[in-house]
């Protein structure tokens, strides 16, 4: 028998390894905030504001945010998975046939990468760690 432990998909924390957030991209400050008011009108959602360029949404559901921020500011929306061991999910991923297309980088609360996956899409893994 196999040890759970050992296992990287086993684990007691529920976010590893699932869907955790989503993060809308904003190409300005403006439009973030037009964002907001329109989330905010249509399906009434609170935010919560971390600097100009980056709000995480409340009451929408699942965690996601608004990102105007150029340095980090993704493509599409993006869907983002937990892991706490970020090197060692970043080298599954390689082995598994994903492509890096942002490595690892920090942001307030915590870091994450960014990947292709085989059919195209593009994801990212963040950690708290």
Same mark, same amino acid.
């Given at each position: 028998m196999e040890d759970a432990a050992a296992t990287p998909f086993m684990t007691n924390n529920p976010k590893e =390894?699932?869907?955790?957030?989503?993060?809308? %991209? @904003?190409p300005s400050a403006a439009a973030l905030r037009a964002s907001k008011m329109f989330y905010s009108e249509v399906f009434g959602w609170s935010f919560q504001d971390w600097a100009d360029n980056y709000v995480d949404t409340q009451g929408s559901g699942i965690?996601?945010?608004? =990102?105007?921020?150029?340095?980090?500011?993704? %493509? @599409?929306?993006l869907v983002v998975l937990f892991a706490s061991d970020l090197e060692t999910t970043k080298a599954r991923v390689i082995k598994a046939g994903?492509?890096?297309?942002?490595?690892?980088?920090?942001?307030?609360?915590?870091r994450r990468f960014e990947y292709v996956d085989p059919a195209g899409n593009q994801l990212a893994v963040w950690s708290d760690k």
């Amino acid at each position: 028998m196999e040890d759970a432990a050992a296992t990287p998909f086993m684990t007691n924390n529920p976010k590893e =390894n699932r869907v955790d957030y989503v993060e809308f %991209p @904003a190409p300005s400050a403006a439009a973030l905030r037009a964002s907001k008011m329109f989330y905010s009108e249509v399906f009434g959602w609170s935010f919560q504001d971390w600097a100009d360029n980056y709000v995480d949404t409340q009451g929408s559901g699942i965690a996601s945010g608004i =990102n105007s921020d150029p340095s980090h500011r993704p %493509p @599409a929306p993006l869907v983002v998975l937990f892991a706490s061991d970020l090197e060692t999910t970043k080298a599954r991923v390689i082995k598994a046939g994903g492509r890096i297309v942002k490595d690892i980088f920090p942001f307030p609360g915590g870091r994450r990468f960014e990947y292709v996956d085989p059919a195209g899409n593009q994801l990212a893994v963040w950690s708290d760690k």
